[in-house]
């Protein structure tokens, strides 16, 4: 079935020939919702995530050698596809329950500003967070990584999940994380009505020529969604 | 008067705890996973005295909330009434 699939694959696809998709703005109204169709793929967690990296030894050495994550896979190839695509390195490690961080080293390039690490939250919003079964692990990385010479900060709690936080020597930043708890259907339901009442108020804001400036104001729509929802019988 | 809604889950039930021992606040508990807090005049809570996290802290209202945050601080938070529409 596979190698089917591959046979009717075209090299000249829209995909391929027609760019301008990866960038322009998407109309999200045009598109067809999972919820009106009739088939439902399912997903079954993260096989991987990849980032670009100029420090080829230094990243190897900090994942393999520091942080112990076995070197599972290495693709090394020709610049292909894409015009101007140069020979690369493409390595993956293993992070437990078959996900795994990979790396591109892009032979020959060097980093671009944009690629530079920033100590800014809109840099640090793109990260890779692992899991860990029981709190003994948590305290066990943490300490064992600060002994192994690393900074890592201090355990965060958030709502259902207890963190550390620490760079690679990218400066991505990487997190590893405890579930405290299983979120239930009240959870989803609370999720749906908070966004809910983000999207209307940003909408009504905009509308207005002005913009969403605090969360106060979403809190204030929930309040709204809430009473209406448990005023419902 | 100022109104806040809580989601039954751990993270949250400090509120709860906290606002039940206040006779001036009426507490009840809705079939649909949220408490209702209502005081006749102002909220104010301490973090401390809650034992939350900053993290929980910071987000201590996302189950809903009709007033006006008066002081949002690191230790305590003071919500008074409104009339602005929701
Ligand atoms: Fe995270």
Redo the contacts with the bound molecule.
């Keep these: 079935m596979q190698e089917t699939l591959h046979q009717e694959a075209r090299s000249d696809s829209p995909y391929t020939t027609k760019r301008e998709y990866q960038t322009r703005e998407v109309d999200i109204g045009s598109l067809k919702k999972a919820s009106g169709d009739t088939v439902q793929p399912r997903l079954d967690g993260v096989d991987h995530t990849a980032r670009p990296t100029w420090k080829l030894r230094e990243t190897i050495e900090f994942y393999r050698d520091i942080l112990g994550l076995p070197l599972v896979h290495t693709i090394s190839a020709r610049g292909w596809g894409d015009p101007g695509h140069p020979d690369f390195l493409h390595f993956f490690f293993d992070a437990g329950k078959g996900a795994t961080i990979a790396f591109f080293y892009y032979i020959g390039s060097d980093l671009t500003e944009k690629y530079m690490p920033e100590d800014h939250h809109f840099y640090s919003a793109t990260?890779t967070?692992w899991s860990v079964p029981t709190a003994e692990e948590l305290q066990c990385w943490k300490t064992t990584l600060e002994a192994r010479g690393l900074t890592v900060s201090p355990y965060t709690r958030h709502e259902i999940l207890e963190?550390i936080y620490f760079r690679d020597p990218n400066g991505y930043p990487i997190?590893i994380?405890l579930r405290l708890r299983d979120v239930e259907v009240i959870d989803e339901l609370d999720a749906k009505l908070t966004l809910e009442a983000a999207i209307q108020v940003e909408d009504e804001l905009r509308t207005k020529g002005d913009r969403l400036r605090d969360i106060d104001t979403v809190w204030r729509r929930k309040a709204k969604l809430v009473e209406e929802f448990i005023g419902e019988r | 008067m100022v109104v806040l809604y809580v989601l039954d889950v751990k993270e949250f039930l400090p509120i709860v705890e906290t606002a039940r021992k206040i006779s001036d606040w009426t507490v009840s508990k809705s079939d649909k996973g949220y408490y209702r807090i209502s005081s006749p005049t102002e909220i104010v809570l301490n973090r401390k005295a809650m034992k939350m996290k900053p993290a929980v802290w910071y987000g201590l209202f996302t189950g809903g909330m009709n007033g006006e945050i008066a002081e949002f601080g690191r230790e305590e938070v003071r919500v008074i009434g409104t009339n602005r529409a929701l």
Excluded: G, K, L, Q
């Design positions: 990260h967070a963190s997190e994380t």
